[in-house]
Antibody, heavy 114, light 109 residues
Framework: EVQLVESGGGLVKPGGSLRLSCAAS????????MNWVRQAPGKGLEWVGR??????????DYAVPVRGRFTISRDDSQNTLYLQMISLKTEDTAVYYC?????WGRGTLVTVSS | QAVVTQEPSLTVSPGGTVTLICGST?????????PYWIQQKPGQAPRTLIY???NKHSWTPARFSGSLLGGKGALTLSGAQPEDEAEYYC?????????FGGGTKLTVL
C-alpha cells in the first residue's frame, strides 16, 4: 500500500524558515517523480514544485510564486522528500501535500503569521 | 505560465449525467498533458479519480470516466449520486511545470 506522510508543519513568523518532510512507502521511491502541492485556507489546489528521479536527472521545477525561496530535495536512502522554505510570507499559509503519480498524502499545515 | 480553465460550478440532478471540462490557455489539451482529475470533499484531503486522461484509480467509481473532447480534457459523471457532490480539479503537465485548474464545484440537486 502506497503511503505518503507529511510532517514538519507549524506556526512560523513572516521571513522565517521551515522544512517539511514526506516519508514514503509502498512503492519504489527512487524511481518516482515527487511533487509538493499546497492549498491555502478556503482556496484551490496550487502546484508548488517537483523533483525528478535521479535516473531522470534529479532536476527540480518550481511554481513562480515560490521560485528562489523554496527548495525541493530527496533522500532516496531514507525514502524521504523534503521541502525547504525560506523567506516565508503570510500568503504561504496552506496545507502542504506530498504527491506522486496518483497518490496523495494527508498534508501538513503551515501557518505564517506574526 | 499556462492557465488551466474549469467551470466554476455545475449542478446535476441525482441519476443525471454531467461533463466537466478542462482547458489550457496554451492551446489544445492532449494526452501529452497527462490530464488528472482530482476530487476533494469538504474537510478531506484530495484524491485522484482519473489519471493520464482516462485511467481510473482502484477507488474510482465506474460512473466516472475521463476523456479528451474537442481539444479539452473532460470528466464525465454518468448516474450522479449525492456523495459525488464535491470540488473537482483538473491537473495538467507542461514541460517545466504542472498546473491546476481553479476547480469546479459540483452540486447534486
Amino acid at each position: 500500500e502506497v503511503q505518503l506522510v507529511e510532517s514538519g508543519g507549524g506556526l512560523v513568523k513572516p521571513g522565517g524558515s521551515l522544512r517539511l518532510s514526506c516519508a514514503a512507502s509502498g512503492f519504489t521511491f527512487n524511481n518516482a517523480w515527487m511533487n509538493w502541492v499546497r492549498q491555502a485556507p478556503g482556496k484551490g489546489l496550487e502546484w508548488v514544485g517537483r523533483i525528478k528521479s535521479k535516473t531522470d536527472g534529479g532536476t527540480t521545477d518550481y511554481a513562480v510564486p515560490v521560485r528562489g525561496r523554496f527548495t525541493i530535495s530527496r533522500d532516496d536512502s531514507q525514502n524521504t522528500l523534503y521541502l525547504q522554505m525560506i523567506s516565508l510570507k503570510t500568503e504561504d499559509t496552506a496545507v502542504y501535500y506530498c504527491i506522486t503519480g496518483r497518490y496523495w498524502g494527508r498534508g501538513t499545515l503551515v501557518t505564517v503569521s506574526s | 505560465q499556462a492557465v488551466v480553465t474549469q467551470e466554476p460550478s455545475l449542478t446535476v440532478s441525482p441519476g443525471g449525467t454531467v461533463t466537466l471540462i478542462c482547458g489550457s490557455t496554451t492551446g489544445a489539451v492532449t494526452s501529452g498533458h497527462y490530464p488528472y482529475w482530482i476530487q476533494q470533499k469538504p474537510g478531506q484531503a484530495p484524491r485522484t479519480l482519473i489519471y493520464d486522461t482516462s485511467n481510473k484509480h482502484s477507488w474510482t467509481p465506474a460512473r466516472f470516466s475521463g476523456s479528451l473532447l474537442g481539444g479539452k480534457g473532460a470528466l464525465t459523471l454518468s448516474g450522479a449520486q449525492p456523495e459525488d457532490e464535491a470540488e473537482y480539479y483538473c491537473l495538467l503537465s507542461y514541460s517545466d511545470a504542472r498546473v491546476f485548474g481553479g476547480g469546479t464545484k459540483l452540486t447534486v440537486l
